[in-house]
């Protein structure tokens, strides 16, 4: 299946969506790949696609039909990026390379969603085989294609190896702005700008925060469609109209990717009906697992991540289709509210606030994750760096990040982005506008789990008491579980004696 014999930089397994177009950005920037997947067609669609955007005159992607021919068509030490589904393919694949001759020295990337505990796992696994190193990837198929973000980790050594590789092919911002440097057309290359790349920790650390990433997304994509929601069955707006705020809100506070493709969405027509397309979708919502994983490590790490945890349960309530259609006919909602012009105009604007309130909050609870989550593994995470690379080329990419990233510039030991300055000014200023939204919304009877659950969020790390002194007190009448008490020195153990007639309180040595 080769051409002519040419050793080449970098060997690349799957040529899958994500893998073939990961492969072309590679080839744009210079590098020479010798490609292998388990089908033929994808190998000769990658191959093609090459040879039609490929303005050298020498081909780039050297097709190989083998692991061990694969292996023979690269440079010493090898490099060889797997862009394969996570789980059991993974470790296939490395077994395969193994008996295919691979070496020590050298170096395995895996680009997959994998779970962050899987890459631990692995690199203990295959330590003595070859340097196992990880590179989550964001962006999708177009992120892949002319520049993802890309979250690194593993052997330090292997990153000076591929680093030069990696802020090659990666998204770039503006240093000034944190916007994008836009490159939308094959053969485009990049070179100015801040690279959306960077070594993230040892081994599992990117993964895991590719996985925090993605609890965002979730969040994120909720918030917005809420607010779809209440403007559409709320407040009786076509899809056409709600793109135009939308739009509209792009312009500002809100300018981020998630918006701008909800735009695009809600303005499509179906190519065979001519009819608005969100309102042909059926409203059962899927999910890959990375979602949830971010929901259940925040459980274990005991991180409150509500709003991630809802964007989650969203999706699972939305899969109930058939439960909701029998509901709907025997549950009775608010009767109905008629809004004025004004008032609608008005509520637009409160919602527009919510939705930023509710972001923030949502990004708050990631980012806090990722910092109780380092402290536990042993990670020195760069929180200003996480945000610097999540400005282009991700899902959650955003204007907003930019933010972030001098919030922890100002303090990277900050405990929560909501005691930055900048985020609490900006929740203080808006919080009546969401806390109407938040009303209307409820007054509708629109579901707003997302809006209401981050709005939770916000004033419990606001109140300095929160009703858990009768939560202990109910434990310990059941359970014995102990209190301690505000009126007597720190870590002092309590228990009442409630079984008995006097109800003693002793210490708990």
Known sequence: MTQDKVLCDIGFIGLGVMGKN???NL?????????????????????????QENTTGSPRVYGCSSYTELISQLKAPHLIVLSVPAGAPVDQVCENLIGA?????????????????????????????????????????VGARFGPSLMPSGSPYAWTRVKPIWEAIAAKVDAETGKPIERSKPGQVITEGEPCAAYIGPAGAGHYVKMVHNGIEYADMQII?????????????SADEIADIFAQWNNGLLDSYLMEISVEVLRHKSCDTGTTLVDLILDKAGQKGTGLWTAMSSLEVGCPAPTIAQAVYARSISSFKQLRTQAC??????????????????????????????????????????????KEHGW???????????????????????????????NEDLDNLLLDNFFA???????????????????FGIPNGALSSALSYYDSMRSETLPANLLQGQRDFFGAHTFERVDKADGKKYHVQWSTPERKTVIIE
């Open 101 to 141: 001759g691979i070496q020590p020295d050298d170096i395995i990337i895996d680009t997959g969603n994998s779970l962050w505990t899987d890459t631990v796992a692995r690199e203990k696994k295959y330590k003595s085989n070859f340097l196992l190193f990880s590179s989550a990837v964001s962006g999708g198929e």
């Open 329 to 374: 006919t025997m549950l009775k909602g608010p009767e109905s509210v008629t809004l004025s012009n004004q008032e609608k105009i008005d509520y637009i604007a409160q919602l527009h606030d919510a939705i930023y309130c509710a972001k923030m909050c949502a990004y708050a609870q990631g980012f806090q994750l990722m910092k109780l989550a380092a």
């Open 380 to 410: 020195a995470l760069d929180f200003a760096n996480i945000a610097k690379i999540w400005r282009a080329g991700c899902i959650i990419r955003a204007t907003f990040l930019q933010s972030i990233a001098h919030a922890y510039e100002r």
């Open 27 to 51: 080839a744009d920037n210079g590098f020479n790949i010798a490609a292998f997947d388990l089908c033929d067609e994808k190998i000769q669609e990658a191959m093609e696609q090459d040879k």
């Open 22 to 24: 990961l492969v072309l």
């Open 425 to 443: 000014k900006q929740l203080s200023e808006r919080q009546f506008n969401w806390r109407k939204a938040v009303c209307g919304a409820t007054m």
């Open 225 to 237: 469609c809420e607010a779809y929601h209440i403007l559409n069955a709320g407040l009786g707006l």
